[in-house]
């Protein structure tokens, strides 16, 4: 990635992460250390590795936590019914603002929503900022709606 500002780098760290969290998702026979000593490494920044491997570090530490979140707060779904994308970005979104504070809640949700965009289903956005916007509202009272309406709207009918 060369000369890549941070926020290209981070960008980039939880594209791969998002891959490698889905990845863990539909194979569960997978270690989190597996699916990372699988993915090829070698075209990235140190950088953007490090903060990869430890996204997918975090979100499989956190996965029983954030599976009760889910279970808690999205109504009429079942986390297994959810596109896996969007489980995974959600997965993503919580652990890096949430449970490990290392970005800005803010900064983690409208992160979630630029790679549903990218990677999930045309619903893919707005379903995950509304999730995510009905979760982080319980457990902190802040949320930024950051695909611009819909979080309060997260039922089975989306």
């Known amino acids: 990635m060369g000369r890549a500002s941070l926020p290209q780098r981070r960008r980039r760290a939880r594209e791969i992460a998002l891959q490698l969290i889905y990845e863990l998702d539909l194979r569960p026979d997978l270690t989190e250390d597996e699916a990372v000593n699988m993915y090829p490494w ?17 979100a499989a530490e956190h996965t029983d936590e954030i599976d009760s979140m889910l279970r808690d707060y999205i109504v009429g779904w079942r986390t ?21 504070r290392r970005v800005p809640v803010a900064v983690a949700v409208s992160e979630a929503v630029e790679l549903t965009k990218m990677f999930g289903t045309v619903e893919s956005s707005r379903f995950v ?10 457990q902190t009272g802040e949320f930024s709606d950051a695909a611009g309406g819909g979080a309060d709207a997260v039922s089975k009918d989306e």
């Open 42 to 58: 070698s075209d990235e920044d140190d950088e953007v590795t490090g903060y990869a491997r430890f996204l997918v570090h975090a």
């Open 80 to 100: 297994e019914r959810m596109v896996a994308v969007d489980r995974a970005s959600i997965k993503l979104a919580l652990c890096e603002g949430v449970l490990e």
């Open 129 to 138: 900022n509304g999730v995510l916007g009905r979760i982080i509202r319980a």
